[in-house]
């Protein structure tokens, strides 16, 4: 954090001035406060605003404990779920990630770490895996942590009567037993390198045996109260197997009307107010008190042009459509720059290392777009537009405004939400979706594009594809494994039927007094980790 | 005699509901996707669907679902969301209380203002005071309620910080921390039912003053007070409590851009997150309540307008 410009640094003050950075940069960040930290310094302006900067990472560094905080999520309702297993909203990710523990956790970068598992090993084709389970840990009722609740947890998401929101995900297990005393042993279908990083999803928590969660987890904070579309209240569970939460206490709610969810956090109501739109991107920043956390995921904006249904049977209609997509144009004025620009496939760097970045990238090209048109035969094609996610409405009125200068006639059809997924997507045959970003690049690809997937969402079949999908997943070698993701990447570019012009970033408003959002990509506020991580200033 | 019609309306109010009743199953279950749809979302495949449907009972037909919720309904069994698995008494029970505080607090509000303005107009029929009476009325119907709402929130909440911006209760507030969490919402409604109210109250008493009867006491030289307090007052009282029952009515059931804007958990928004999750049980539940709501206010307003005019007793 070193501030050349200005040459002076946080820590070349004095104690006295550093107190009085931290705590002005406590009460934000606003011109208000540079003009005071400028004053009482004797700084330029530039300097001090670079100086609250450095006071804030410094504060950063030691969390405290104490306070409550109230989170007000997008989305809840009468349909807030007790049962892990069938979560669906960032709401139920949050309150499960407070209440439960899964066996693993994924850390900054998706890395997973120990949680409840303290270790795991597989055998020599990573087709059984073992996981010992830690000690001393109790549920919030007072019992003790046994290797029955984990094989019944876990069991929960096979079988025939199972009505888990991630039955296929898991599908490659066929069944957990008991191995030892504190030891459990997953018995898979087939090889799977990635099954820890897959145990880290948010459904994936450890229950009481028997039950459905019924808020008896062992997690860093217990459930005070439940009000279904209302709020939770959870208080800090002292009894808790690590050092555990930072906060006293914190309250779940939801805002659903998002100007009302921004006004909430600006006039102080919530801290922490998730899933902010583009739109209110600006009055964040003009607010002294609130801040945007901005972690770039890959979360896409994407057009489906179905393969075994007129246009997009059709790859030159698909090429075209993929020409049409002005990039930049959609991150930098759509997403207001909080996002990255996609490469028609579901991959993007927020996936590490599995991230192709040697694939060329498609440009914007109308005269290439106008000859794929052609090609085709066809001059115009109607896109199913729901608000899936923020900025692919923008995403195609772009493209249709695109489309109009090279005379091709695009429609939109615009959709509700309601009933989207059962009614349009997969059925019609240019349709906008959506996915929630997967923990690996794997599930990510796997998902949309094995052959034959339930979710097969372009009706895409590729051979080499579910071959390379299969083989990836025991290949232990760092360079060949990239190779294996690269050809993939190479394949869904060239072959499917997505259009991915853009990923958005996982933006959520903060008050400046809350630190500690773990960067984890995988949902909104830090993949939903945040409860046991952030502290208040 | 008056017995008796209380009797038959209230029969006919349960035939009402009964009707409605069948009406909100029948357009619940037209809507594309059921609960097991919406509950999975992207995530739904034929297996997960079919085992969830069976778990929440979806895989029988239609009318052995109706049939069995109005035989629990009948033995006060309101049955549990099929979305979320709560039982929809408990669902009910926090969200009722929220909407009947808020209706009460506004009424308590909004009539003796109407009624009180609504007269002294009536009074002064043409007098600047009228004027800017009717002005006010008349601009504030024509504003909608999330403009109000929005307006207020950026000034007092979120430029003053004086007020909450949203209406979250934790359930340990005092009367007055109540008081400042629900002055914005409270204020938007008062604004939007006493308007009419107000219009209603000075129309329905200058239509009295132009009868016969109003024109032999002015001629008598009664003082104009008189003759609206002890006159004209009495007779129009049927057409006002019909407005405030109405008035009273929506209060309890339509005032879900309030509540959204607000984020105060209340009925009308259950109703809304219900259909939006294809939750029958619980739509049914809303709609039950609303539309005994709608069938007792009309109902009292009958009764107080039989009351306060004797003509109406002995209908020709």
């Known amino acids: ?537 | 005699m008056m017995m008796r019609m209380v009797l038959q309306r209230l029969g006919i109010g349960i035939a009402t509901l009964f009707v409605v009743s069948v009406i909100v199953f029948v357009i619940t279950s037209i809507l594309p996707g059921d609960v097991a749809d919406i509950i999975l979302g992207q995530s739904a495949t034929p297996e997960t669907l079919a085992a969830l449907r069976a778990e929440l009972g979806m895989d029988q037909p239609w009318y052995i679902r109706y049939f069995s919720w109005l035989g629990n309904l009948a033995s006060g069994d309101l049955g549990i969301s099929k979305a979320g698995g709560a039982s929809i008494s408990s669902l009910i029970d926090s969200r009722i209380w929220n909407t009947l505080i808020m209706a009460g607090m506004v009424s308590l509000i909004s009539i003796p203002i109407s009624i009180v303005l609504g007269l002294w107009a009536a009074m002064h029929p043409g007098t600047r005071l009228d004027r800017i009476v009717t002005f006010g009325t008349l601009s504030t119907i024509s504003v909608p309620e999330f403009f109000i709402a929005t307006i207020m929130v950026l000034i007092f909440a979120v430029k003053l910080k004086w007020l909450p911006a949203t209406l979250y209760l934790t359930g340990n507030e005092n009367w007055s921390e109540l008081l400042k969490a629900m002055a914005m919402p409270m204020i938007t409604l008062v604004i939007v039912v006493s308007a009419q109210m107000i219009r209603m109250t000075r129309a329905g008493i200058l239509n009295v003053m132009s009868s016969p009867y109003i024109e032999m006491a002015i001629l008598k030289g009664v003082p104009r007070k008189r003759i609206i307090l002890r006159h004209a007052l009495y007779n129009a009282i049927g057409p006002i409590v019909n407005v405030i029952a109405l008035n009273l009515a929506y209060l309890v059931s339509g005032v879900v851009i309030v509540e959204t804007i607000f984020s105060y958990p209340g009925l009308a928004k259950l109703m809304i997150d219900g259909v939006q999750t294809r939750d029958l049980p619980l739509v049914q539940a809303c709609a039950m309540i609303f539309c005994a709501v709608y069938v007792i206010l009309i109902l009292l307003a009958d009764i107080a307008s039989i009351l306060s005019n004797p003509r109406l007793r002995h209908p020709k």
């Not at chain 1, 025939?160 to 030892?180: A, F, L, N, P």
């Not at chain 1, 050092?243 to 109501?269: K, Q």
């Not at chain 1, 349709?431 to 690049?441: G, H, I, K, Q």
Request: proline residues 5%.
């Open chain 1, 1 to 537: 954090m070193n501030n050349s410009q200005s040459g002076i640094r946080y820590s070349d003050l004095t104690q006295t001035h550093k107190d009085l950075a931290c705590k002005l940069s406590k009460e934000g960040m606003g011109r208000r406060e540079m003009m005071k930290l400028s004053l009482m310094t004797g700084v330029s302006l530039v300097a001090a605003k670079s100086l609250l900067l450095d006071a804030k990472v410094a504060m950063a560094a030691e969390p405290k404990k104490g306070g409550t905080l109230r989170y007000a999520s997008n989305l809840h309702g009468p349909d807030d779920k007790v049962d892990p297993r069938l979560f669906t909203s960032n709401i139920d990710y949050s309150r499960g990630r407070a209440v439960y523990n899964g066996l693993v956790q994924l850390g900054e970068n998706i890395t997973p770490m120990p949680e409840l598992a303290t270790e795991w090993t597989p055998n020599s084709d990573a087709s059984e895996w073992t996981f010992t389970i830690r000690k001393g840990v109790k549920f919030h009722d007072g019992s003790d942590l046994t290797p029955e609740d984990v094989v019944y947890s876990m069991n929960r998401h096979l079988g025939e009567k199972s009505t888990s929101v991630i039955k296929s995900v898991m599908s490659s297990v066929k069944e957990w037993k008991k191995s030892g005393p504190m030891e459990v042993k997953a018995i898979l279908n087939g090889p799977n390198a990635d099954l820890p990083i897959l145990l880290g999803l948010f459904q994936n928590k450890v229950i009481k045996a028997d039950s459905t969660g019924d808020w008896n987890g062992t997690g860093p904070f217990t459930s005070e109260s439940f009000e279904p579309g209302v709020k939770s209240v959870h208080k800090r569970n002292e009894n808790y197997w690590r050092e555990g939460a930072n906060l006293d206490a914190i309250e779940l709610t939801a805002i659903t009307d998002p100007v009302a969810r921004v006004n909430a956090l600006i006039s102080g109501d919530v801290q922490i107010a998730s899933n902010i739109e583009p739109k209110a991107f600006r009055q964040i920043d003009s607010a002294d008190n609130v801040n945007l956390s901005s972690i770039p995921a890959a979360l896409q904006l994407g057009i489906c042009c179905l393969k075994n249904s007129a246009p997009g049977e059709n790859d030159d209609f698909v090429k075209g459509m993929q020409f049409l997509q002005d990039r930049e144009r959609i991150v930098k004025r759509i997403l207001k720059g909080k996002g990255s620009i996609g490469n028609d496939t579901p991959i993007s760097s927020a996936h590490g290392a599995d991230f192709c970045s040697e694939l060329p990238q498609r440009e914007f090209d109308l005269d290439k777009a106008k000859f794929h048109f052609k090609k085709a035969g066809v001059d115009g094609a109607e896109i199913f537009v729901a608000p899936v996610t923020s900025g692919i409405e923008d995403t195609c009125l772009l493209a249709q405004a695109n489309a109009a200068k090279i005379g091709f006639d695009l429609k939109l059809k615009k959709v509700p939400n309601d009933g989207y997924w059962g009614a349009v997507w997969m059925k019609e045959p240019v349709n906008v979706v959506t996915w929630n970003m997967r923990p690996t690049a794997n599930s990510q690809l796997a998902i949309q594009f094995a052959p034959g997937a339930k979710w097969n969402d372009t009706f895409w079949n590729n051979k080499r594809m579910g071959e390379l999908l299969t083989a990836s997943l025991s290949e232990l070698d760092p360079d060949k494994r990239h190779a294996m993701y690269c050809e993939m990447q190479t394949l869904v570019h060239n072959g499917s039927g997505m259009v991915i012009p853009a990923f958005s970033n996982i933006n959520d408003g903060v008050a400046n007094n809350i630190m500690g959002i773990p960067n984890v990509p995988l949902g909104q506020v830090g993949g939903c980790e945040w409860p046991e991580f952030v502290w208040m200033a």
